[in-house]
């Protein structure tokens, strides 16, 4: 009691301060010890910088009042309260993994997919290893990686060095999709019906889709290939989420995350997209070979589900315009009208009007009235009937249409001012335990949040964190606090989270995906700069281990990446004493409110590390041709 009451006086022993001027050498140090300039590293990649711990006092309010001493240490501990480790056993450590498997994926491996069925594109979806098979050690970076570019040059450029493939450079060499030269990579924007670039393209969308204004902000593409189409629509105020499997073209979202798109590995295969109905304003297929025509519909359907009333379905490649281009696809004119003939059925059925149809791009609209009063047209179709339709992880796809919301489907406004406005979902109560009220309030606290964060890391305002990963996200309070044209955030809600909010994260113009985190993600090592966790390890503790949820984090996390965990005091140091033998510097800090409050923050840096490399010490590599390459 004596302690709180000194702390709570604003007066500072001796000791206090010589921790704080410690805390402050050690984060000048490591700050020194980073290379600093785009394509080597950062060193502003810690959680504390110079400035930060020596002239704005936060982290000496974190310094005043030790953890160890007070939470987790001997002397600090009350009586009732047992240490969640034990404080003489030694902390665990993870060795390397080996260099071949630098891209290891673990839900999405190849030799694993090979033992599942091909029909509806099985082999391609999710097969995670049981809990004996998967790997408890550290995914390296390849010899040679460097930071990426910042955006927008990352668009255009990848280092070599990050993702070694070259077959796209050959097979789509006549489309335009990358090009090989040298230290890097170049993105000339090009795609399999946009060889000539995606502004173009998107211009040409865009005389029919309401691009302009804010009215499209989320857009769905399918089979996206580098993901061209989402980083050329980046600059008009549309995000989108783009997937195609790990197949024979190597690499291709492993390249799109790397240029800084939203990308993850999937498939339309047999269970549903990981996302909640009516998500998405656009959804989009160029060329992206799934048989629309075919399952009776039911991956039309699917798209159905997520798209919002008045979305738009762009179909561009084969069969529009067969009669022009029959031969060139080596397909029969029969076959081309066939599978036109039925994709033109399944769009009355699911009640979309067909706006256009220009050279080799086809466009339907739902209509924002889809029941049955709405299109009387409609054929006989049946209706899905899920108790909760947000329930769609591993799910399998049905024949059914997605009946029209019976609240919370309200008008969305156009975005940036979607990003404030109380979501339709919200504002009809369809969220549980929502209301406008709490609603705004959760807000709040989030640019609270925030704020602290950036006075410990002020990086966040910056360029520094272009792909960002919210592993709780709610209804996306975080995500909106930090939002910047500089960077976009993949929301994650978990499958075992109390409620589903992505619905909510949709109606603000974010994007997101369900995920369970006793699994690996769908994306490639070294892919989000920075990762953001509320809770989560007290989500998942009686769920699954919690160093295998850290060993995930690792590895989609980048070199030099930063980490901002918040929770219980006592878990944070066990996450903080886990990770000592992951290659993490870390920081505990109070919470912005109080000293007392049990949650507290913790920030973390991955160590700049390669394959092959006997030490954390960084190799002192020269990317000045890299870097050359794009001036």
Same mark, same amino acid.
Not at 589 to 613: C, M, Q, R
């Given at each position: 009691?004596?302690?709180?009451?000194?702390?709570?006086?604003?007066? @500072? !022993?001796?000791?206090?301060?010589?921790? /704080?001027? &410690?805390?402050?050498?050690?984060?000048? +140090?490591?700050? $020194?010890? =980073?290379?600093?300039?785009?394509?080597?590293?950062?060193?502003?990649?810690?959680?504390?910088?110079?400035?930060?711990?020596?002239?704005?006092?936060?982290?000496?309010?974190?310094?005043?009042?030790?953890?160890?001493?007070?939470?987790?240490?001997?002397?600090?501990?009350?009586?009732?309260?047992?240490?969640?480790?034990?404080?003489?056993?030694?902390?665990?450590?993870?060795?390397?993994?080996?260099?071949?498997?630098?891209?290891?994926?673990?839900?999405?491996?190849?030799?694993?997919?090979?033992?599942?069925?091909?029909?509806?594109?099985?082999?391609?979806?999710?097969?995670?290893?049981?809990?004996?098979?998967?790997?408890?050690?550290?995914?390296?970076?390849?010899?040679?990686?460097?930071?990426?570019?910042?955006?927008? @040059? !990352?668009?255009?450029?990848?280092?070599? /060095?990050? &993702?070694?493939?070259?077959?796209?450079? +050959?097979?789509? $060499?006549? =489309?335009?999709?990358?090009?090989?030269?040298?230290?890097?990579?170049?993105?000339?924007?090009?795609?399999?019906?946009?060889?000539?670039?995606?502004?173009?393209?998107?211009?040409?969308?865009?005389?029919?889709?309401?691009?302009?204004?804010?009215?499209v902000r989320t857009v769905l593409d399918t089979g996206c290939g580098v993901a061209s189409l989402g980083a050329y629509l980046d600059a008009r105020?549309?995000?989108?989420?783009?997937?195609?499997?790990?197949?024979?073209?190597?690499?291709?979202?492993?390249?799109?995350?790397?240029?800084?798109?939203?990308?993850?590995?999937?498939?339309?295969?047999?269970?549903?997209?990981?996302?909640?109905?009516?998500?998405?304003?656009?959804?989009?297929?160029?060329?992206?070979?799934?048989?629309?025509?075919?399952?009776?519909?039911?991956?039309?359907?699917?798209?159905?589900?997520?798209?919002?009333?008045?979305?738009?379905?762009?179909?561009?490649?084969?069969?529009?315009?067969?009669?022009?281009?029959?031969?060139?696809?080596?397909?029969?004119?029969?076959?081309?009208?066939?599978?036109?003939?039925?994709?033109?059925?399944?769009?009355?059925?699911?009640?979309?009007?067909?706006?256009?149809?220009?050279?080799?791009?086809?466009?339907?609209?739902?209509?924002?009235?889809?029941?049955?009063?709405?299109?009387?047209?409609?054929?006989?179709?049946?209706?899905?009937?899920?108790?909760?339709?947000?329930?769609?992880?591993?799910?399998?796809?049905?024949?059914?249409?997605?009946?029209?919301?019976?609240?919370?489907?309200?008008?969305?406004?156009?975005?940036?001012?979607?990003?404030?406005?109380?979501?339709?979902?919200?504002?009809?109560?369809?969220?549980?335990?929502?209301?406008?009220?709490s609603y705004e309030e959760e807000n709040r606290r989030w640019e609270r949040h925030v704020a602290a964060y950036k006075k410990v890391n002020y990086?966040?305002?910056?360029?520094?964190?272009?792909?960002?990963?919210?592993?709780?996200?709610?209804?996306?309070?975080?995500?909106?606090?930090?939002?910047?044209?500089?960077?976009?955030?993949?929301?994650?809600?978990?499958?075992?989270?109390?409620?589903?909010?992505?619905?909510?994260?949709?109606?603000?113009?974010?994007?997101?995906?369900?995920?369970?985190?006793?699994?690996?993600?769908?994306?490639?090592?070294?892919?989000?700069?920075?990762?953001?966790?509320?809770?989560?390890?007290?989500?998942?503790?009686?769920?699954?281990?919690?160093?295998?949820?850290?060993?995930?984090?690792?590895?989609?996390?980048?070199?030099?990446?930063?980490?901002?965990?918040?929770?219980?005091?006592?878990?944070?140091?066990?996450?903080?004493?886990?990770?000592?033998?992951?290659?993490?510097?870390?920081?505990?800090?109070?919470?912005?409110?109080?000293?007392?409050?049990?949650?507290?923050?913790?920030?973390?840096?991955?160590?700049?590390?390669?394959?092959?490399?006997?030490?954390?010490?960084?190799?002192?590599?020269?990317?000045?041709?890299?870097?050359?390459?794009?001036?």
């Open positions: 009691m004596a302690m709180a009451n000194k702390a709570s006086s604003g007066a @500072r !022993s001796p000791l206090s301060l010589v921790v /704080a001027m &410690a805390l402050c050498c050690f984060f000048y +140090v490591l700050g $020194a010890w =980073q290379r600093s300039g785009y394509g080597k590293g950062d060193r502003i990649a810690a959680a504390v910088t110079r400035q930060t711990a020596c002239g704005d006092g936060s982290a000496a309010v974190a310094a005043e009042h030790s953890f160890e001493t007070h939470h987790g240490g001997a002397a600090g501990i009350n009586a009732s309260t047992s240490l969640p480790f034990s404080a003489d056993a030694p902390p665990p450590t993870f060795p390397p993994c080996a260099a071949a498997l630098a891209d290891h994926t673990p839900c999405h491996d190849q030799d694993r997919a090979m033992k599942f069925p091909r029909k509806n594109m099985v082999y391609r979806e999710r097969h995670c290893p049981a809990d004996g098979d998967r790997l408890r050690c550290l995914v390296p970076a390849p010899p040679g990686y460097v930071t990426p570019f910042p955006w927008p @040059r !990352s668009r255009d450029y990848v280092p070599f /060095a990050n &993702a070694p493939y070259k077959s796209l450079t +050959v097979e789509k $060499a006549v =489309q335009n999709w990358v090009q090989y030269e040298g230290a890097v990579f170049r993105f000339p924007g090009g795609g399999t019906q946009f060889p000539q670039g995606a502004d173009k393209y998107i211009d040409q969308l865009g005389s029919i889709v309401p691009f302009a204004g804010g009215h105020g549309v995000i989108a989420m783009s997937f195609a499997p790990r197949d024979s073209h190597e690499a291709q979202v492993q390249f799109a995350l790397e240029r800084g798109v939203p990308a993850f590995i999937g498939v339309l295969g047999s269970v549903k997209l990981p996302f909640p109905p009516r998500s998405f304003d656009m959804a989009h297929c160029s060329r992206c070979l799934i048989p629309w025509g075919g399952n009776d519909g039911m991956y039309m359907m699917e798209i159905d589900r997520v798209l919002r009333p008045g979305g738009y379905w762009v179909l561009s490649g084969p069969p529009i315009n067969w009669k022009t281009n029959h031969k060139a696809w080596e397909r029969t004119e029969a076959d081309l009208s066939a599978e036109q003939q039925r994709i033109e059925e399944y769009a009355a059925m699911l009640c979309w009007e067909k706006v256009t149809e220009v050279r080799e791009i086809g466009i339907w609209r739902k209509q924002l009235d889809p029941s049955a009063a709405g299109c009387p047209a409609r054929p006989p179709v049946r209706t899905c009937h899920d108790a909760n339709p947000d329930d769609v992880w591993y799910k399998n796809m049905e024949t059914c249409v997605t009946p029209p919301a019976t609240s919370g489907a309200g008008e969305l406004q156009p975005f940036p001012a979607r990003l404030t406005a109380v979501p339709p979902r919200i504002s009809a109560g369809a969220v549980p335990g929502f209301t406008t009220e990086k966040l305002n910056s360029e520094r964190y272009r792909n960002i990963m919210d592993m709780n996200a709610g209804v996306g309070g975080f995500a909106a606090a930090i939002f910047s044209p500089k960077s976009w955030v993949m929301n994650v809600v978990p499958t075992a989270a109390e409620l589903s909010t992505l619905g909510v994260v949709y109606e603000r113009g974010l994007i997101g995906m369900y995920h369970d985190w006793c699994e690996a993600f769908s994306t490639y090592p070294r892919t989000y700069d920075l990762i953001h966790a509320n809770g989560i390890f007290t989500l998942y503790k009686d769920r699954c281990k919690m160093e295998d949820i850290l060993l995930e984090m690792d590895r989609i996390l980048r070199p030099e990446g930063t980490v901002i965990l918040r929770d219980h005091v006592d878990i944070l140091l066990k996450v903080q004493r886990t990770v000592k033998g992951m290659r993490w510097k870390t920081l505990l800090a109070n919470h912005e409110d109080s000293l007392n409050i049990p949650e507290k923050v913790l920030f973390a840096v991955k160590l700049y590390w390669t394959a092959g490399e006997g030490s954390e010490e960084k190799k002192k590599t020269d990317s000045s041709s890299v870097a050359g390459k794009d001036s």
